[in-house]
């Protein structure tokens, strides 16, 4: 079986304080040679039949992901079959 | 002169909304988000809130709801409609307004009268008010940042699209400052803070978000657009 998943990032030059909260914490880990971490989200789409990558891609154009500030990408990634069941 | 008033699930500031259209001379209709009719109002306010939770982005999942479609047609069709706060990210989702809005810069939630100036008088929404009037509203946001590429922003610059900008103070970090804007045609208005919240003294710290509801009666009587004048 084969599963879709959409990530969405935001934009590079769109600001991702969630990130920048996250890697201001890192020091506190001992982890000092991060010079960045950014946020994003992992959508994983099942279809009733073989995936559809073209329906994915207007799914994720049209409501994933905000294109004024998101990109996202699409992949299909293997799955077993008791996994999607 | 009915202006509608939108409930989502997870709407908070409808009631609110429905009152201050009240107060302003108006009749409330309350629009219910399943349902596409919309009851031959004269104008609508999308209230604040946190329609559909939040879920994915803010306003992202508002934007298909039924009585959305019926909005988005009315809103090209020159119907005045008034976005407030989650309605601002509404509006942006459904691509009538320009640009976004992100989480808060700080990342905190911010709740606190907030003074704004008012840019654009040319509205539907802000006809009442004299361009540069400074108003205090309250605002209350954890993702209120307006966000959108330069050329969009010079762009709503020269345009004079910019309906309201922070002053003393910018809550979310919003770019240039920008708290409204609207579109081309001047009928569709967004805004962060809460106009509603600040329409009587006994629950606001000033009657200026009054204007926007009283701005709103005004351009129907002027458009004779007075659907519910014999009444």
Redesign the interface.
Known sequence: MARVVVDVMLKP???D??GQ?VANALPRLGVTDVTSVRIGRRIEIDFAGEPDLDRAREIADK??A?P??EDFEIRLVETAAAEVA | MRIGVVTFPGSLDDGDAARAARIAGAEAVRLWHGDPDLQGVDAVVLPGGFSYGDYLRCGAIARFAPVMESIIDAARGGLPVLGICNGFQVLCEAHLLPGALTRNQHLHFRNRDQWLKVEATNTAWTNRFTAGQEILIPVKNGEGCFVADARTLDQLEAEGRVVARYIRGNPNGSQRDIAGITNEAGNVVGIMPHPEHAVEALTGPSLDGLGFFTSVLRNLAADGQLAGGQK
């Open positions: 030059e769109i600001l304080p969630q909260a409501l994933l905000n004024v500030i």
